[in-house]
């Protein structure tokens, strides 16, 4: 779903084993296909690449699953996730999102 996504908005998606992550610079592209696409963002994680590797950022986690059962879930939890890639995202920095339809 998250490669289905980027390509809708020309995005690049970069593959670290089995994780799909979105360059930060993209981070807000990416949320707008969400949106349109009316999936809820669950949760983020931030990482950093050293060589072949994906390393988790500890300061670069957040769990918006609490926003599933609300009214305007999608909207909600796209409105979260731009605030927290913007406060916490960085040049080099990549996310991996988890989405529900």
């Keep these: ?11 690049g998606v970069k593959c670290v084993s089995s994780l799909e ?18 999936l809820t963002v669950l949760g983020i994680e931030g990482f950093r690449l050293e060589g072949d590797s994906a390393v988790p950022d500890i300061k670069a986690i957040a769990d918006f699953s609490t926003l599933l059962n609300e009214r305007d879930a999608v909207a909600d939890s796209a409105r979260a996730a731009r605030r927290f890639v913007s406060q916490v995202g960085r040049s080099g920095m990549f996310f991996e999102f988890v989405l529900a339809e």
Excluded: H, N, V
């Design 21 to 38: 992550l979105i360059p930060f610079e993209s981070a807000g592209a990416f949320l707008d296909a969400t949106e349109e696409r009316g």
């Design 1 to 11: 779903m998250i490669s289905d996504l980027a390509k809708s908005k020309s995005l």
